[in-house]
């Protein structure tokens, strides 16, 4: 493929394309999104104000107006017999302006195009399911699986997230809520300061429920154990899940997730403090967080970017998130278990590469496990410089999250 070639983009949102999708520059995900709505039961009504559909930012953002966008460029293209035009300006000039892929209402349509779009690869698990969340479903578990660990692992995780996005979406004005639920989408949109602790404890409370219902040995110990092996690596396992999902949800920015239904970029920040207590010097929080952002969840991201685990090589780290004993205060008998456990998921992890024919597996572990390690060190300090633990102390001064997300003051 030439440079030139390279340098195709789709001419609704302006991301990057190898290829035309329905006979014009157009990507997958905006083929695919044109496509559902023309059977839509319903009338798509403009969420930018009815402004023109070539501003920067707003196709992708308002689904109207990128299926007008859409629609447009389609009929010219048919009417002229134009198989496939090139992002170039026209002589009329109205698509001179092609805005770049950003947040919005409609990046339910993107996130399932990637789910399909994605190339499977020898390690890919599910060849039509590249992304595990609130829209998985799964067979039942059974009993002669050869991973029911993983298995109930990944069942449980959609159980999770389906809890965290009835949680989030709750706190919505009724109206927006009723029209997310009527359409069938959940809607990403800008963080704010004073949604972050609420839908941080929906997450912790979720994920004690996911290890109640996943794992035998969980249940056995006493409450107080339970309750220390969560808190201890909530911060871990929320790092992890929110570069995942922020790799996915946003591959081509330095965009990541606050929450299950939030996101926060450069553009964003600042309507991100407009609710923070009014005692915080704004400006200076701003460029402390935009700071820990490049260096912790950006950073982050970018390395799932790369990797780009499947669903079980996901579900594995997740589950080895949880269940971490490098700075747990754990007795003996609870360290035997956390041992035991993650000896488990790694083994049936193992079962999954042979049963795709993978016998060399342990670089792509590797992989995986330094993964791992790296959101360890972003998190507790370990290994590198305690970037997180620095961050937090700073907020704090500023009076910026006096309390930990799962509720207890430090």
Known sequence: MSA?????????????????????????????????????????????????????????????????????????????????????????????????????????????SIQTERHAGPLSDEPTLLYIDHNSNFKPISAGSETPLLDKMKSAYCTLCLVRKSGEMSTLHHHAMHSQIRNDEMALRPAKYSEVKPYTQIFFIGLADFAKSTFTEYNKMSPGDRHNIVRSNFRLTQSLDGSYRASVNFPTDDTVMATYTTYMNDESMQEF?????????????????????????????????????????????????????????????????????????????????????????????????????????????TRVVDLSAEHMHLYRIMNLFNESPDGYSN
């Open 4 to 112: 030139k070639e390279k340098a195709f983009k789709c001419l609704i949102c302006g991301a990057g394309i190898a290829h035309a999708h329905m006979g014009i520059d157009a990507c997958r995900a905006c083929g695919v999104f044109y496509r559902r709505s023309i059977n839509l039961k319903y009338e798509l009504i403009c969420t930018c104000g009815e402004t023109s559909s070539t501003s920067k930012g707003k196709i992708v953002s308002c689904r109207k107006c990128r299926f007008e966008r859409f629609k447009d460029i389609y009929e010219k293209a048919n009417s002229a017999g134009i198989a496939c035009t090139r992002d170039e300006p026209t002589s009329s000039g109205q698509f001179e302006d092609v805005p770049n892929q950003t947040p919005g209402s409609s990046q339910q349509d993107d996130v399932q």
């Open 273 to 381: 403090f407009d609710d923070c207590p009014p005692n915080v010097n704004k400006k200076e929080a701003i460029e402390k967080y935009r700071d820990n952002l490049k260096q912790t969840a950006i950073r982050a991201k970018s390395e799932f970017g790369k990797v780009k685990p499947t669903i079980d090589e996901f579900i594995a780290l997740f589950g080895l998130a949880l269940w971490n004993d490098y700075t747990a205060s754990l007795s003996p008998a609870m360290t035997s278990i956390v041992s035991k456990i993650r000896e488990a998921i790694l083994k049936e992890l193992k079962t999954v590469y042979i049963r795709k024919g993978v016998t060399e597996y342990a670089p792509r572990m590797g992989q995986l496990l330094c993964l791992l390690t790296n959101e360890e060190a972003r998190v507790f300090g």
